[in-house]
Every structure is written in C-alpha cells, then in structure tokens.
C-alpha cells in the first residue's frame, strides 16, 4: 500500500470526506458526515458491499436503549462497558470502550428516527458474558439485511458510493496530512481523488495468511470465515504513516461453523443447554465462555473438529435463526431417535456420547456444575429425539489495528493524532483487547456502528 509524500499534489476530482470500506463502518460514517451536509464519497473494493456486516448475525450490542427501557431492562452505558472490561480481564482500551459504550444508544436511535432503520431487541437469551438482554437487530435478524437497510439509507442521504473500486495509493503532505487517494477498477484503470479527510472503514487482516501467521500464529491453519476483502490494507497504511497500531494478536474465533457446509450454527443454542463433544463423544470445555475462546478448544479436538448436540426443544429455537435454518436445508443437521443413531450420523463414539448425556443430564437433575465450572439446569436435560451438527472452529475476524483516540482520529503518539485521518470497524483496535478470550458478544458491530458513527461526525466537524 504505497504512501506517497506530495505535498504539491492536485486532484482533478475533490470531494470533503473519502471513506473507504462500505461495510456497516462505512455506511454509518457516511450517513453521519452527510447529516451535517458534508459531500462524501464511498469507496469500496467489492462490485456489491458486503465485507464483514454481511457475514455476521447482525446483532449490535447497546446499553440504555429505548428498547430495553421499554421492556424495563435496566441497563447503560456504564454497565455495558463493564461487562466489556470484564470478558477483557481489563485489558480493553478504554478510552474507546467508554466512547463506544457512550455513543452506540445514541447510535440506534438517531437511524432509527432519522433513517427508518427499525431495531428490536434479541430476547429469551443472553450471550456469554453480557449481564442483561441488550443484542439489537433488523427484523430479518441477519447482517446482510442490515447492511441492505443501511445502503438504501446511504442512497437517500445523497452520499456517493462507488463499487468495484479498490484503493490502492495514498498522497501525503509532509506533516503526514492526507491530500488523496487512488483506486483502481477490476480493468485495471486508475483514478485519483482529492479530499479534506479521510475514513478507514475498511478491513482487518484476517484474509492474509502471512499477518495472521505473524500476529495471531495459533490461528494459522485455522478454517478463516471473514471476508476475504479482510486483507490488511488499512494495517499497511496505518504503519506506513507511522500510526501505532495495537491489540494485534486479539481476534473473534467462532466454535460452531458447520463443517464442510461454512455455515454458522448459533451459539444460542449452548446458552440453552447444548453441548459440545468431540469424536470420542467426550465434553472438553465450558460451552458458556464464549464462541470465541471456543474456536481453539475445537481446534485441539481430534481431526481439528467437534459436534454439537442437543435435543428438539432447542432444535426448534435455533430455527428461529436464518443461518441455522440454512443449515438443516443443507442436511449439516442431523437427527436421531437415540444417541446411537445421531452418534453413528455424525461419526461419534456411541459409548462415550451415551455415557456423556447421562452424565450431563445428571449434573442438570441436580443443579450441579462441573469439572469446567458450567452450572447445568433441570430443563437442560437432553432428552430423545437427538440433534446434533459436525463443527470446526474458525477464525471470523482481527480486532486489532490503528489507534485511536476517542474521536476515532489514527494516532502516532499518546494524544498526537494525525492530521485528517480517521479509522474505526476493523481498521482500528477494538475494545476485546489482545487475546480470543476478550471478544464479548457483538464487539465487532459495537466499533462498526458506534466507530463510524464517532468518525463521520468528528471528520464533518472539520
């Protein structure tokens, strides 16, 4: 990603606020600077945007909503962050945490009322790690339809977004101020243009194999089930302008990608009482740490692979899920009328998946916890007809990158931004912190929206 120091630069094209990555980052930066008039043009790589949004559930996470007061959740800003901090073990930023926990209500409700995007609260669960009910979605309750209702509202706001435009170069003063970029088309044609600041609201690094291996080694032959626009291009930039960059060895793993079909199987249903086995049929974690810490226990399990399995109470609840319900129509889901028909479908020891239900259901009869200090409940019980799906473990996407400050401005030094550059989504550090065990539940929406929320406004404020 080539950085080219031309302060006598002139761009026949000019346009306030370049944005770069159309994702949900993208997208809210852009209907923020827009809010305040400012002309904005949106670049991104891919001929339909997509990126991250797309393949995520397109759960935002949000303390103090109007949802939640409506339902009497009491929640805020403040306990949010803790729960954040928390999962973290402390070692969130959290600067960024406060001013994503402040910002992202505020977030939901200005596109509500001022784009149409309608959000309801995910109820009857909670994710690992958040204290009360605060997971918000689109009624579809999947990314792309996220990303769908934000690109129509990007359209009406007037913002310009240009597909199938992959940037390539920056031009910079001599303090490191922005002056343009170029982007180059599938054709291999190039234009350049000019801009006052400049959003990367781009890509982590999860897609290029030698960053992954460089930061994140444990990941490294791992199944990657993020955009492959995830290249590390906003990394390369910021390090290249001198950026300090943190939290590169933190990422979002998942432990539940149905395998070979790429399928995500909702982790609601271990929050419910599922399990996880491996071809023995034997347990080997705490199902309610996290999906992301789960992601490298599967990666130890024989053949790199686990099962989940579970009964037809929570069959039912995860069709209430549109990935899930991919799944059964792909025939990843497999039933049985007892253990030794779903174990002889998935390719599991039958003894040791009999021998594990009884013990699991035990544990529930009693209210009792386990050696991996999960609490089983009564209605946890796995009783007969038996579900269960083949799963691998994945690295979904980095949550480390430039640092910002709470203005989402990139810094070269503690309180020293550069001039016009911003960052948020995956081109920043999150607020996970350094290690698979930070992720909380929907962090990576939570600095998308509430990133590029802070970012367009503070780059329109110019």
Not at 373 to 393: C, H, I, Q, S, W
Request: contains cysteine; negative net charge; proline residues 4%.
């Amino acid at each position: 990603m080539p950085i080219h120091i031309d302060p006598n630069r002139r761009f026949a094209t000019y346009v306030p606020i370049v944005i770069v990555g159309a994702g949900a980052c993208g997208a809210v930066a852009a209907l923020a600077a827009r809010e305040r008039g400012i002309d904005v043009l949106i670049l991104e790589r891919d001929a339909a945007p997509a990126g991250s949004t797309a393949l995520s559930s397109g759960f935002v996470p949000a303390g103090g909503t109007a949802q939640q007061r409506a339902r009497g959740i009491d929640d805020s800003p403040e306990r949010f962050a803790a729960d954040i901090q928390a999962k973290a073990r402390g070692r969130a930023d959290m600067t960024l945490v406060k001013a994503y926990t402040e910002a992202i209500p505020q977030a939901l409700d200005w596109l509500a009322q001022a784009h149409g995007i309608p959000f309801e609260l995910v109820e009857g669960f909670l994710y690992p790690g958040h204290a009360v009910e605060r997971l918000h979605c689109v009624p579809e309750r999947t990314g792309a339809a996220l990303l769908a209702r934000l690109h129509r509202a990007v359209a009406a706001s007037g913002a310009d977004l240009l597909c199938s435009a992959r940037a390539t170069d920056l031009f910079v003063d001599d303090a490191r101020r922005v002056l343009g970029l170029r982007f180059v088309r599938p054709d291999g044609s190039a234009d350049e243009v000019g801009c006052d600041a400049l959003v990367l609201a781009c890509n982590g690094f999860g897609g290029d194999r030698e960053l992954v291996a460089r930061y994140i080694p444990e990941m490294a032959d791992a199944e990657y089930f993020g955009h492959r626009g995830n290249d590390g291009d906003a990394l390369r930039w910021a390090i290249a302008l001198g950026a300090l960059t943190a939290d590169l060895s933190g990422y979002q793993g998942h432990g539940s990608v149905a395998t070979p079909h790429g399928v995500l199987i909702t982790w609601a249903l271990m929050m419910q009482g599922a399990i996880q086995v491996n071809a023995r049929g034997e347990r080997f974690a705490n199902e309610h740490e996290g999906y992301s810490e789960a992601a490298v226990q599967v990666l130890r399990q024989p053949g790199h692979v686990a099962f989940d399995v579970y009964d037809e109470r929570l069959h039912e609840i995860g069709l209430q899920f549109p990935d899930y319900a991919q799944a059964v129509a792909a025939g990843a889901i497999k039933r049985g009328a007892t253990l030794a028909e779903l174990a002889a479908a998935l390719g599991i020891d039958a003894a040791g998946l009999e021998r594990t239900v009884m013990e699991v259901n035990a544990l529930a009869h009693d209210d009792a916890t386990d050696e991996f200090d999960r609490t089983f409940r009564a209605e946890e019980m796995l009783l007969p007809p038996y579900y269960g799906v083949k799963v691998a473990g994945a690295l979904f996407h980095t949550q480390g990158g430039a640092v910002v400050d709470a203005h989402c401005r990139v810094l070269v030094a503690r309180n020293t931004p550069l001039p016009n550059l911003y960052a948020a989504g995956g081109a920043a550090r999150g607020v996970s912190g350094d290690a698979v065990w930070g992720y909380l539940s929907g962090n990576g929406l939570l600095s998308a929206v509430a990133g590029g929320f802070i970012a367009g406004r503070a780059a329109s404020a110019r």
